[in-house]
């Protein structure tokens, strides 16, 4: 099942476009191609789309590169200042779904904001190109994106080298959680909780394998202990019914 704000990547034309919007009848989708200069929202089928993630045209990103990290509060003033106006002036023309995608009526939109905010037009296209790029959320609209932080420093890790107790059986050593397995247990937590009403932590894990692992690679999968250890301390709403 295809989400709004999933990236999907194809390899063959070295391109990634990320889910805008889905209609209410899940047969429509808007997408962006991240990294193309000048682009724009663009409609497909959303079947179409899910028949390139199962015939293995594209497959689905386990962790969004742009997903907020950190508080936003500690950055620079500056950053802060910038990030706000910005979303001043597109706030009101994102929340226009799906007309903001369109292209003829995003012009007159944005025609009548750039008039309100005394902004220029290609100011506002490009914090919609931005915005929709990295995750449609206010944070996308930093100057640099660099929004990080760590309150809790966690020990590195490296190749070569398993941190935590061995497995009680089997011969691989294990995977490490990274900041890459961290950010697909993230993305399993929102995509669980975004279609169940009521939060599992083994259903987010299973679903979680399904939809980013090889299951039959069983020495190669994140341990269900590994899951619930971090999103325990690294998403606290999550911290419903196992």
């Known amino acids: 099942m295809l989400l709004k704000n999933d990236l999907l990547d194809y390899p063959a034309q070295a391109r990634t476009i990320r889910i805008l919007w889905i209609d209410s009848a899940a047969s429509a989708a808007y997408t962006f191609e991240l990294g193309a ?3 724009h929202p663009e409609l497909a089928a959303l079947s179409a789309l899910s028949a390139d993630l199962r015939e293995q045209r594209a497959r ?9 990290s950190g508080d936003s509060a500690a950055l620079p003033a500056r950053h802060r200042q910038v990030r706000d106006r910005a979303w001043t002036v597109v706030q009101a023309l994102v929340a226009e779904q ?17 008039a309100l905010h005394g902004v ?5 296209y490009r914090y919609l190109r931005r ?4 995750g449609q959320h206010p944070d996308a609209l930093l100057p640099d994106y660099k929004n990080s932080g760590a309150p809790g420093k966690t020990r590195g890790s490296s190749a070569n080298v398993k941190r935590g107790r061995p497995r009680k059986a089997g011969s ?17 937590v929102a995509r669980y909780s975004a279609t169940h009403a009521e939060f599992s932590r ?3 894990y299973r679903q979680m394998i399904q939809d980013f692992f090889d299951a039959r690679d069983a020495e190669l999968l994140p341990t269900f202990g590994q899951f619930n250890y971090w999103i325990g301390k690294d998403v606290p709403a999550a911290s419903t019914s196992a």
């Open 37 to 39: 200069k000048g682009a």
């Open 60 to 68: 689905l990103l386990p962790a969004d590169p742009h997903a907020p």
């Open 98 to 114: 799906p007309a903001i995608y369109q292209a003829r009526k995003r012009g007159r939109m944005v025609m009548a904001q750039s």
């Open 120 to 124: 220029s037009h290609p100011s506002i």
């Open 131 to 134: 915005f929709w790029e990295r």
């Open 172 to 188: 691989h050593p294990g995977l490490n959680a990274d900041d890459g397995i961290r950010r697909t247990f993230h993305a399993a």
């Open 202 to 204: 083994r259903g987010a």
